[in-house]
């Protein structure tokens, strides 16, 4: 990843972290994801369009401001988004289901301009280097946090630190909602991507196999 945003964009990746985990805020009960057969489902990238329609629903894209709207007039059934998130933006008026089952992970990088980051002096990105990665493991935390705090507040658990508290229902999944999800995984979600992947940037299915795919234990074949 380095490389590439090297390459593309003359950046300098100085941290990657993750937000809360993307869960499933739904109108009416989600047992599991079979449940989702019929339904409408917004979605934020073609590979959880995927996901989403290998159990029957409907992807629709809708930008974040969109959502709630949308909930609440029932042009979608339900949403994805990060656990937080769905709470700070009171989607809990809208819906009455929380999945716990993360669906998907967004990642945020920072970046420095290359020309910038060339300009500093070994010491100073050393410097910088070394602030960066402590401010990475800090955030990593702060997501893993964020994610049970949006899941806690938005069903009236405690502690709820963050978010505002609200009384959604919980549906906590099980051993066969993660078999079914792997398997959703392996046969549309990898494969969907490795083609959009190649055609952008050939080669790189042969670079997830080598660090994602090696450390995961999901191969594209």
């Known amino acids: 990843m380095t490389e590439r945003v090297r390459e593309r964009f003359d950046g300098e990746v100085l941290a990657?972290?993750?937000y809360?985990?993307?869960m499933l805020f739904c109108s009416g009960p989600l047992?599991?994801?079979?449940?989702?057969?019929?339904?409408?489902?917004r979605v934020f990238s073609s590979a959880l369009n995927d996901l989403v329609s290998h159990f029957g629903a409907?992807?629709?894209t809708l930008a974040f401001s969109e959502v709630y709207p949308s909930l609440q007039r029932g042009v979608i059934d339900c949403a994805v988004t990060a656990s937080l998130s769905g709470n700070e933006a009171n989607w809990f008026e809208v819906t009455d289901t929380l999945y716990s089952l993360p669906m998907s992970w967004a990642i945020q990088l920072h970046v420095a301009n290359g020309d910038f980051w060339e300009a500093l002096s070994e010491d100073e990105q050393a410097e910088m280097a070394a602030l960066f990665a402590d401010m990475e493991a800090r955030m990593w935390s702060v997501a893993e946090q964020a994610?049970?705090?949006?899941?806690?507040?938005s069903t009236g658990a405690e502690p709820c630190e963050i978010g505002t508290p609200a009384d959604m229902t919980l549906s906590e999944y099980g051993a066969a909602d993660e078999a079914l999800l792997i398997e959703a995984v392996e046969?549309?979600?990898?494969?969907?991507w490795a083609e959009e992947?190649?055609?952008?940037?050939p080669g790189c299915t042969a670079i997830w196999n080598e660090t994602v795919g090696a450390t995961t234990g999901f191969s594209i074949e």
């Open 147 to 153: 994610t049970q705090d949006g899941v806690d507040c």
């Open 31 to 41: 047992d599991g994801l079979e449940d989702l057969e019929g339904k409408k489902v």
């Open 58 to 60: 409907t992807g629709v």
């Open 16 to 18: 990657i972290w993750p």
């Open 20 to 22: 809360p985990a993307q």
């Open 197 to 201: 992947c190649e055609a952008a940037y």
């Open 187 to 192: 046969q549309v979600v990898l494969p969907g």
